[in-house]
């Protein structure tokens, strides 16, 4: 007995266009690869935008401490219009150091008195995204240090006035300097206007 929904003529009409019709395998693999392009796509707009996240976070310290990490080899000009060369051996709270200056010789400058850091060409950038500096210590506490040792410096000032001689004691917001000469001078230097202070090492 003939089931009544199909007509004893009927034929079969073959695959049915769509989603189960035609080839199966072949449109598999083409959504396949257009997910794979639509994710590549998303990451690349992801990583393109965390960039530019970490580049909007940058800040001067940061970058001064992934360039210390990384041991590159920078110059540093200051507002003063000094110029140091050399490798960055650390950065402080309110300072960086810069060695190699000279014949061994390095340099403290105030984070304040840069002017700029430039690295040599063709070198990887670097973003800087850090919130807290590589090391709490602060200017003002490392030159107390070299006071404690009697190193003869080069004391610079915020309107360029330079000072040459024996870091004899350092107060509470003054640095005491012996210049030289017979007999020698004394200089008195507000710790708030030092901006750089070189050393030989």
Do not use: N
């Not at 019709?21 to 083409?30: C, I, Q, T, V």
């Not at 992801?46 to 976070?57: D, T």
């Not at 950038?125 to 500096?133: I, L, M």
């Not at 602060?138 to 040792?149: E, K, P, S, T």
Request: charged share 25%; with cysteine; net charge neutral.
């Amino acid at each position: 007995m003939e089931r009544p929904d199909r007509r004893p003529d009927a034929r079969d009409p073959g695959p049915v266009p769509g989603v189960i019709g035609g080839d199966l395998a072949a449109r598999l693999e083409r959504w396949a690869a257009e997910a794979r392009v639509d994710e590549a796509a998303r990451t690349r707009s992801r990583e393109r935008w965390l960039r530019r996240q970490a580049e909007e976070s940058g800040t001067l310290a940061g970058v001064l401490a992934d360039l210390s990490e990384a041991g590159r080899a920078v110059v540093v000009h200051s507002r003063s219009g000094r110029i140091h060369r050399g490798t960055l051996r650390a950065v402080g709270a309110d300072f960086v150091a810069v060695g190699g200056i000279g014949a061994g010789g390095s340099a403290l400058v105030a984070l304040a008195a840069v002017a700029s850091v430039r690295t040599p060409p063709g070198e990887r950038r670097v973003v800087g995204d850090r919130d807290a500096p590589a090391s709490p210590v602060r200017l003002a506490d490392v030159v107390a240090g070299m006071a404690a040792d009697r190193e003869r410096v080069l004391v610079v000032t915020g309107d360029g006035d330079a000072v040459a001689g024996v870091l004899l004691s350092v107060g509470r917001d003054v640095a005491v300097v012996q210049g030289e000469g017979e007999p020698p001078a004394t200089c008195y230097v507000p710790l708030a206007a030092v901006t750089e202070v070189m050393v030989d090492t």
